[in-house]
């Protein structure tokens, strides 16, 4: 199995920071690879796909890059409601087993 | 509008079955590949299975053997139904419908808790 993991797993940030969180995989897995949010109670929802196209409705300042087994989502300027749990998901392995990142909690410094 | 509506959770004693329910509208969930993701309290999330278009199911190792999932295209409804629950099942259960040439998870429901405790 594709084992997924992030760095790093919390970190406190200001608005107005730029952010990056780093998602690496136990194998190359091209470039299928996304990126949700979540904030607390709620659904995830979905950023980024195919490691860098951003999700229709989604703000320009989330980017995402990569690919084989490293890659990252950075923020460029930090607003308050981006303050949430990012988590990445490899969707590569056949037959499926479409594993998450243990999540990066992103607070207010 | 693409809106799912998960029901169907509750309170169930370990060994015990339960049926999980996802209402589709705006999309036809015969046409999508739809998946349930589960999250247990304070942790991440996993994902437990897949239904392709063409009726294939796929399951997370952890699940496999225990969970079915399956869809009615009249109802345009999802389903997980699991049995043999045990207490690491207990969880808030998301369906999803996805991308229909990849795994990625476009949309998602509100998600419906299971508590698998005696």
């Known amino acids: 199995a594709i084992r997924m993991t992030q760095s790093p797993s919390s970190f406190s940030a200001s608005t107005g920071d730029r952010v990056t969180i780093t998602c690496r995989a136990s194998q190359g897995i091209s470039s299928y690879l996304a990126w949700y949010q979540q904030k607390p109670g709620k659904a995830p929802k979905l950023l980024i796909y195919?490691?860098?196209t951003l999700q229709s409705g989604v703000p320009s300042r989330f980017s995402g890059s990569g690919s084989g087994t490293d890659f990252t989502l950075t923020i460029s300027c930090l607003q308050s409601e981006d303050f949430a749990t990012y988590y990445c998901q490899q969707y590569y392995s056949y037959p499926p087993r479409f594993t998450f990142g243990p999540g990066t909690k992103v607070d207010i410094k | 509008e693409v809106q799912l509506v998960e029901t169907g959770g509750g309170l169930i004693q370990p060994g015990g079955s339960l049926r999980l329910s996802c209402a589709a509208s705006?999309?036809?969930?015969?046409?999508?590949?739809m998946s349930w993701v589960r999250q247990a309290p304070g942790k991440g999330l996993e994902w437990v299975s897949v239904i392709y278009s063409g009726g294939s199911t796929y399951y997370a190792d952890s699940v496999k053997g225990r969970f079915t999932i399956s869809r009615d295209n009249s109802k345009n409804t999802l389903y997980l139904q699991m049995n043999s629950l045990r207490a690491e099942d207990t969880a808030v259960y998301y369906c999803?419908?996805?991308?229909?040439?990849?795994?990625?998870?476009?949309?998602w429901g509100q998600g419906t808790l299971v508590t698998v405790s005696s």
């Open positions: 705006g999309f036809t969930v015969s046409s999508n590949y």
């Open positions: 999803a419908r996805d991308d229909s040439s990849s795994g990625y998870h476009l949309n």
């Open positions: 195919a490691a860098s």
